[in-house]
Structure formats: structure tokens, C-alpha cells
């Protein structure tokens, strides 16, 4: 059925979801389900400290379950109401969005193969591939854009700005080919809400009001977090050693991919309008990088969870972590959420309820023994090496965070296995593999070139993640390496060189006054570093509550500073000392010199590799 028809259907699914009160007093159809989720749930309360968890799972057109754990508010013992808590679900906001743009779509009103620059306008993609970014592209986090998330959201509700004047001055360039690589983006979704902007001729936020909440009853939905919405919401809470913490309010600009903020019943609402609408577009594959591994429908990811097919989407803001997934064939739906940002929780939950009501279909025992194909070793070793995460930042300082995250490695064995994730995988046909006793399947995808270069791997919360490969040179772990180098280069800078007229660690008899001021320059330009490292390091500890959302904290644009001061010192103060030592007598301290300036210069190549030289946030 076409997706016009799926609009028509909306009010009759209204009606269908009016009283799901009574609809939970009939024969229950999933039986043991209140008793299931009271047990998992309560285990997640008591051991994990998680303050509280909503669940709402339909079943054939109606809310079947429908129930909230704990407290919304840890300060008052406010409990979790299904029907009138509000919580913040993060990317969950994804899916609507997208339910939004394909309505348009039915109508005529966007095309989803035209350019994002017919409805956005020109100028505001950048990049090499900017005019071939499609709106499809967009749908299916596959449009190419850099990543950041640097002042991604604001402190308060007024400090929202609208949708175009954020993406004119904060939108990332498009730097990868659109259309084949999924590349998580929020600020593709971001991208989406405006071209429902400008498509409709009304704001986002209206336009979602008025044809995605209403036509479903979703009466609690909205992108701002004030009024009743913010007396009938959930407090935010972080883990933190001795209890969870208040977690910090913020409100993002990139509403239509993070800002959602609703109640576990509308949600159910929405879930019904999916699942009961025939041929609903968003419940379709669209984009495969391997044909043996899940990909992206629109707005959703697909899952092969016990063998089943379904379409899912996380989310996770701060204080917050939340999960719907849809089985169209069984007509089924589960939406989870929790004020604790324990996105175990949302797994936990999915797994019960899935192996549960889901099952998987008998499979044949595996072999007692595994017999590698012929030429496994040889294909096995061409996949060992590092990966990253394809979606990782490119051309801003977050580009840095993989020095924290690591990259994942990929081992081979003689046997044909390979290692991932501390997991053994074998062989089930060339660049595809199984856990050896497990679920878990990954599968390698070469490029143009025949080269290796992807490693898709999904999750129930994650998503269906591609990894990218990358040199050895480019290593997370070498460049780790290095900093430890750097380091100690520079702790050790005081003690080399003469001291005084008799010499040092290394001897040295005769210095000049150019020695006494090489010595001082390197103590500087090692103070200075080292200073960046600590301030950096204190900069971003200090705000781990907000991370880099709320903008740059002080103390980290203090420590770019320094860390530039240094750079120039270490580009033309330090080559021009060397220089000048050449007229003294010394060679030793003309060779500790020089292998310094070679060291500080090696840093400031560094920086610039990760974005950390200047501020380019």
C-alpha cells in the first residue's frame, strides 16, 4: 500500500489507542509479561542504582503493558506514570523525525532523491560532496558529514536556537561520497528537520505538533522542556560511586535528531501507528553494506535479534537512555527508557522480552569440532588490524577522542578465527563470522580498490555500527604510545645540558651564554606542553557532566593557548637557539638540542594531526 494511505490510517489508529486501560483488562496476550518485567527490572533497580524505568510494549494494535518503576524524582519519591511522566529519549526523536519527512514525501512535497540544497538552499552544505547529498542520504545516516557535538545544546530552553540559524553557523562539512557508508549524524537528522522546515512552510517543532502527535493521540510530545512538560518530567540521574547523581539539564539545538521528550504512552501510540499501518515506509530495509549483515530503514535501524526481523533506534541524552524497537511480522512493540543513563538497562529489557516472546526458531547444535575452510588462515589474516569507527570526528578537536576511546582490533589465528571484542569468531563464508558460542555475527566489506577496509557489527542498543580500517601508522594505540614519549621527553628536559660550567647528565666543560639560554628555552617550552597536557586533561574532567555540549570549557580554551605559545616557540625560537649554539663549543649540547627541537616539533605535528593545535572546535 502506498505511503499516502498510511496518513489516511492515522485517526482510525487514534481510536485504536484510546483506552489502553481497558485494552490491559482482556485475556492478556502475552502472558507472564508484568511478572517478567517486574523481576529484570527490579534486579536493574536494586543492583544498579537506576532510579527509574518505563516500559510500554503493544501487542496487535493496542498497549498490552504499560508500566513505570521507581521514581521520577528521587528528591520527592515522585513515581513513574506511564501515561503522564515525560522523559527525555534522546535519538529515539530520530524515527519521528523521519515519519515526518516520508508524510511529506506521500504528499508531494519532498523528493527524497532531489538534493538537500534544493530545499535548504546553496551554502548551506559545505564540502567536496555537498551537491550530492540526497534527502535519502540524510534518512539513512549515510550523507557524509563530519561528526561534532560541540555546542550541540544549550543551558537553558530560551537559549535554543532555531533550527537555520544553528545549522548556517554550526553544521559540519560534508567530507565522505554520500550514499555508502553509514555514518551515524546527528546533525544529518538536524539537516531533516529543516528541510521539514522549509518543505511545509511551517516551523519544526509546529509542523510535528500538528501532523505527527496529534493525528496519534500523542498529547505529552514535544522539543521543549518548560510549562507542564517540565513539572510532569523525570529527573535526569548519572552513576557515580555512592548513589547517582543529578544529571545537568540541557536542551538541544539539533532538536529533530536529540530533543525529543515524551511519555512512555505516546510512544506506544506511535508504535501502534507503525505496526498497524500496512506497508509503513519506515518499516523497510533501504540500505545494506553487506547483504548478510542488518542495515538502515528510514529513521531506523534493523535487527536480526533471535532471528527475527525488526527495526529498532537508541537513545541516549544526558541522564537519560532509551530504546523503542517494532516487529512488524508479529505485530509487536517495546519501548523502554530510564532516568539512571544506563543503557544496560534498555539491553536487559530488550533481551528478556525478546527471548521470551520472540524466541528463536530451533536451530542444529554446531559441529563438536570446527574444521576451518580451506584458505580461512590466509583470509583471516588479511582482516587483522585496527579499526575505527567510521562515524569518529575527522576535522575537529573531537577527532582527539579516540586517543581515550582506542580503536577496536581485529587478531587472526592460525586456525582461521579471528579475535573481536575479546570474542572468538569463526569463519561462515569469506569476510563473515560468528561468535563460536553466541549470536554475535560481523561481516568485512572491501572497497573499489578490493581492499578491506569496513567492519559492520550491530548491537540492540548500539545500532548496526561500520568501523572503518585504518593504517598502522594511524593506530590509536602507537599514537598513545607516542604521547607517552612526548611526555617524558619533556619531563627529562630540565635535567639535560650543562649546569653551570661543569656539565650535566650529559658532560659538558665549556658553555656559552647561547647553552645557559637553549636550556632555559627547552625548560619553557616543556613547562608550557606539559602545562597544555594537565590543563587540557583538568578541562575536560571538570566538565564531564555537559562533555563539550554546551561549548568549550574555559579551562580547555586556556590550554589551547598554551598549547599554540609552545608551537611557535618550538617552530622559530628553537630552530634560531640551535643555530646560534653552532658558534659555541659544545657539541653534545648542540646534539641535546637538537634532538629536543626534533621532539617539540614531532608535538606540534601531533597536535595538528588530532586537531588540538588552535581552536578548532
Known amino acids: 500500500m502506498r505511503p499516502r494511505l498510511f496518513l489516511s490510517l492515522l485517526p482510525i489508529l487514534l481510536i485504536a489507542t484510546a483506552a489502553p486501560a481497558r485494552a490491559q483488562a482482556q485475556a492478556e496476550p502475552l502472558p507472564g509479561l508484568e511478572a517478567l518485567m517486574d523481576s529484570v527490572i527490579g534486579i536493574e533497580i536494586r543492583e544498579y542504582g537506576v532510579p527509574g524505568i518505563v516500559v510500554t510494549v503493544v501487542h496487535e494494535g493496542r498497549i498490552v503493558f504499560s508500566k513505570g518503576y521507581g521514581m521520577a524524582d528521587q528528591a520527592t519519591r515522585r513515581p513513574v506514570v506511564p501515561e503522564s511522566t515525560v522523559f527525555r529519549v534522546g535519538s529515539v526523536a530520530k524515527p519521528l523525525t523521519a515519519t515526518a519527512v516520508l508524510q511529506l514525501a506521500a504528499r508531494g512535497r519532498i523528493d527524497l532523491d532531489a538534493p538537500v540544497e534544493r530545499y535548504v538552499g546553496r551554502g548551506m552544505l559545505r564540502g567536496r560532496y555537498a551537491r550530492q547529498v540526497r534527502v535519502r542520504h540524510l534518512l539513512t545516516h549515510t550523507g557524509g558529514l563530519d561528526v561534532r557535538l560541540t555546542g550541540t545544546a544549550a543551558a537553558t530552553a530560551d537559549g535554543m536556537l532555531p533550527l537555520a540559524e544553528y545549522l548556517r ?231 582527539a577522542g579516540v586517543l581515550r576511546a582506542g580503536d577496536v582490533s581485529v587478531t587472526a589465528h592460525p586456525d582461521g578465527t579471528i579475535t573481536l571484542f575479546r570474542m572468538r569468531l569463526r569463519e561462515t563464508s569469506p569476510l563473515h563470522y560468528r561468535q563460536a558460542e553466541g549470536e554475535e555475527i560481523v561481516a568485512f566489506v572491501r572497497d573499489r580498490r578490493g581492499r578491506v577496509r569496513w567492519l559492520l557489527q550491530t548491537d540492540p542498543f548500539g545500532g548496526n555500527v561500520a568501523w572503518e580500517r585504518v593504517a598502522w601508522w594511524q593506530a590509536a594505540s602507537l599514537h598513545q604510545a607516542l604521547l607517552y614519549v612526548f611526555v617524558l621527553a619533556f619531563l627529562a628536559a630540565p635535567f639535560l645540558g650543562p649546569r653551570g660550567g661543569t656539565g650535566g647528565v650529559l658532560r659538558q666543560s665549556v658553555a656559552g651564554a647561547w647553552s645557559a639560554r637553549a636550556r632555559r628555552l627547552r625548560k619553557f617550552v616543556s613547562a608550557l606542553n606539559l602545562l597544555f597536557l594537565v590543563l587540557l586533561f583538568l578541562g575536560f574532567r571538570a566538565s564531564r557532566a555537559t562533555g563539550m555540549l554546551l561549548g568549550p570549557p574555559p579551562l580547555v580554551r586556556i590550554a589551547l593557548a598554551l598549547g599554540v605559545a609552545a608551537a611557535l616557540l618550538a617552530v622559530i625560537a628553537l630552530p634560531w637557539s640551535g643555530w646560534k649554539l653552532r658558534q659555541e663549543k659544545g657539541p653534545a649540547e648542540i646534539a641535546v638540542h637538537a634532538a629536543f627541537t626534533v621532539i617539540a616539533l614531532g608535538f606540534v605535528a601531533y597536535l595538528a594531526y588530532w586537531n588540538l593545535l588552535g581552536w578548532k572546535f
Open 169 to 399: 553557523r554550526d553544521l559540519p562539512p560534508v567530507i565522505h561520497r554520500p550514499g555508502r557508508v553509514t555514518r551515524y549524524s546527528n546533525h544529518g537528522y538536524a539537516l531533516l528537520g529543516l528541510v521539514v522546515e522549509r518543505a511545509s512552510g511551517m516551523p519544526f517543532e509546529r509542523y510535528m505538533r500538528d501532523h505527527v502527535f496529534r493525528p496519534v493521540g500523542m498529547t505529552s510530545s514535544g522539543y521543549r522542556l518548560e510549562g507542564d512538560a517540565l513539572r510532569r518530567a523525570a529527573v535526569g540521574y548519572e552513576p557515580r560511586r555512592g548513589g547517582p547523581v543529578r544529571a545537568v539539564v540541557m536542551h538541544p539545538h539539533v532538536s529533530p535528531a536529540a530533543g525529543l521528550n515524551t511519555t512512555a504512552a505516546d510512544m506506544g501510540r506511535w508504535m501502534i501507528a507503525q505496526l498497524e499501518a500496512p506497508a509503513s515506509p519506515q518499516l523497510v530495509p533501504r540500505l545494506r553494506m553487506d547483504d548478510a549483515m542488518p542495515g538502515w530503514a528510514y529513521g531506523l535501524y534493523e535487527t536480526w535479534e533471535n532471528g527475527r526481523r525488526g527495526f529498532g533506534h537508541s537513545g541516549g541524552i544526558r541522564g537519560f537512555m532509551s530504546g523503542v524497537y517494532l516487529w512488524p511480522r508479529e505485530r509487536t512493540g517495546l519501548f523502554v527508557s530510564d532516568n539512571g543513563y544506563d543503557g544496560e538497562v534498555v539491553r536487559v529489557v530488550f533481551r528478556a522480552f525478546a527471548d521470551r516472546y520472540l524466541p528463536a526458531p530451533p536451530a542444529p547444535p554446531p559441529p563438536a569440532r570446527y574444521v576451518p575452510a580451506p584458505g580461512a588462515a590466509a583470509r583471516a589474516r588479511e582482516l587483522a588490524g585496527s579499526y575505527r569507527m567510521a562515524s569518529a570526528a575527522r576535522g575537529n578537536l573531537e577527532r
